[in-house]
């Protein structure tokens, strides 16, 4: 009897052999799987703590659970999923100009709108869901830039860190764009560090349609072509046309704005009206910072100036360690963008949280302590960092 003809009585028996593909892509998927795991581990347990503390710090009678992780800003974002963008400016009864969600960049809402759509959730759920895919998605990729960068042991730390030592890391579970913004910018380093360039390029375009701190994406991608271009020593298309298609996001929104609204800065006055945005150099966190540290006056302002201060600190030694140059120039932007802007103060840390660029000295060095050290200073960094996310949305007035 042949071969062949012995193959053919197996498969008429139901016993053909394996394609020769079939191991290999369980294998590759085994592999995918252990790099991935500890982003799904460290998102349940920190998403499970930030709940218990804000669910144990509402009190008795007051807002739902699902009201406090839409709140502020979040209201905004979840209008436009439900209703679109107004089709000009905003006044108030006076006549003044007052803010609108022209104001909000367009990604995050049209995706609460396709999860709604495809799910039938209610507006705001959906617009958790994609605040929590968003924010699994950024831990994945975050993990896998640092352990490229840093190593296994030390990415694993980042992303606890990130995910709920951070203040106000609370944010990334609500309504909010700041986990989408951080899953599309971690992607491109991610992409770039690989030299995946038409792909860092596409992602980059879409962080410039998440956040308008997207300068700080293109300028990290700019600085990962320019070392590209220098160590190859010749110029090829692929880099050049990601760093193009990067810088196209953010234009294309302000320009869609001026279009619908009819003038050329309205995304600048709404923003300006609204919420008293503009450039100062860092003349008001200054002022800021000087007035609290010489009064004291006030549990978060003086928590805010002292984490402020921490935070830029963590930043310099980054810079001092040689980190890969396009996450320093990336999280530097972001801070510097952050400090460099007259804003609501308490509004700083939410706005720093997707940097990642001060989270490297910490995650450092706690990856060289022993285990057991380890996991107790993650500990407390994560009770810290539920609390202080919970007090600012419970029983802080303002909006953060």
Request: glycine letters at 8%.
């Amino acid at each position: 009897m042949t071969s062949s003809t012995t193959e053919a009585d197996a498969a008429a028996a139901g016993d053909a052999p394996a394609p020769q593909h079939a191991a290999p892509s369980r294998s590759r998927v085994r592999r995918i799987a252990a790099l991935v795991w500890p982003a799904f581990a460290v998102y349940a347990v920190t998403t499970a703590a930030h709940l218990l503390v804000l669910s144990a710090m509402i009190p008795a009678g007051g807002p739902s659970l699902q009201n406090r992780l839409t709140t502020w800003d979040g209201g905004f974002y979840l209008e436009i999923a439900a209703h679109g963008y107004p089709h000009g400016f905003s006044y108030d009864p006076s006549g003044k100009l007052t803010g609108n969600t022209l104001a909000f960049f367009p990604l995050y809402p049209m995706l609460v709108r396709a999860v709604h759509g495809i799910t039938r959730l209610d507006v705001p759920t959906a617009g958790i869901v994609t605040a929590n895919l968003a924010l699994i998605a950024a831990l994945i990729v975050v993990l896998l830039l640092f352990c490229r960068l840093y190593g296994r042991r030390t990415s694993i730390i980042a992303v606890v860190l990130l995910a709920a030592a951070q203040p106000m890391s609370l944010v990334f579970l609500m309504s909010y764009s700041e986990s989408l913004f951080l899953a599309l910018a971690a992607g491109m380093l991610l992409a770039a560090h690989r030299r995946a360039w038409l792909t860092a390029g596409l992602l980059a375009l879409l962080v410039g349609l998440t956040r308008p701190a997207a300068v700080a994406a293109v300028a990290a991608l700019g600085v990962a072509v320019l070392l590209h271009l220098v160590r190859e020593r010749r110029i090829s298309w692929r880099p050049l046309a990601a760093l193009a298609l990067g810088c196209a996001g953010t234009p294309l929104y302000l320009l869609w704005v001026a279009l619908r609204v009819g003038r050329a800065d309205a995304w600048f006055q709404i923003q300006g009206a609204g919420w008293g945005t503009q450039w100062d150099n860092g003349r008001a966190i200054w002022d800021f910072l000087v007035q609290t540290l010489a009064t004291g006056d006030g549990w978060v302002p003086v928590s805010t100036a002292v984490l402020l201060i921490a935070l830029v600190c963590a930043t310099l030694v980054t810079w001092q360690r040689g980190s890969w140059p396009p996450l320093v120039v990336y999280g530097t932007s972001i801070v510097i963008l952050t400090l460099c802007q007259s804003n609501y103060y308490h509004s700083k840390l939410r706005l720093l949280l997707p940097a990642l660029v001060f989270l490297v000295p910490l995650a450092r060095a706690i990856a060289r302590t022993r285990t057991r050290t380890a996991v107790l200073t993650l500990t407390v960094a994560i009770v810290f960092g539920c609390w202080y996310g919970a007090y600012m949305i419970t029983v802080w007035s303002y909006a953060i």
